[in-house]
């Protein structure tokens, strides 16, 4: 799971919010799971490609934190306050970041364990490989009731009737 710190020089709520994503993280137990990147924003090209409402901004595997993110429609070299308890502070709600990490963890749940039944069926569906020597056959149930044997009479299955 990629949890992206963004940030422009000199910001001061980048290492709160980068301590924020890793408490969390391993609040959550999956702190050995997430791949944490800090990515230093400098020019206002870079701002724009990147969508970059402000300093700092985490994304966990490229989504914003911020649940009302596409309010924003400019980006550049700024830094970025949130709204938290009533007051404004330079680094998003705590809760924002939980929940989201809880649903990048629930995806990346839901992927493997699609991954797990592609495999399973596959190994399902795959085809015996024949033995060097032939192979064994069997029998269906029916065939030991009455079956015939070569030339087209009864087998004697040993039964009185």
């Known amino acids: 799971m990629k949890v992206e710190v963004l940030f422009i020089e000199g910001c001061s709520g980048k290492d709160n919010a980068e301590d ?16 944490l990147v800090l990515t230093k924003v400098t020019t206002y090209a870079q701002a724009e490609a990147l969508k970059f409402p402000g300093s700092p901004t ?3 595997n490229d989504i914003d934190v911020e649940p009302d993110f596409e309010r924003y429609t400019e980006f550049g070299l700024n830094p970025r306050t949130y709204k938290f308890q009533g007051k404004e502070v330079d680094y998003p709600d705590p809760k924002w970041v939980k929940d989201s990490l809880r649903r990048a963890k629930k995806d990346e ?26 192979m064994s056959t069997f029998k269906s149930s029916k065939e030991k009731k009455g079956a015939k044997g070569k030339g087209g009479k009864k087998k004697d299955t040993g039964e009185k009737k």
């Open 20 to 35: 924020m994503a890793k408490c969390l993280a391993a609040e959550l137990g999956i702190l050995d799971s997430i791949q």
């Open 58 to 60: 985490i994304r966990i």
């Open 109 to 134: 749940d839901e992927k493997a364990l699609l991954e797990r039944e592609k495999i399973e069926v596959a190994s399902f569906d795959a085809k015996p490989i024949p033995r060097k020597h032939g």
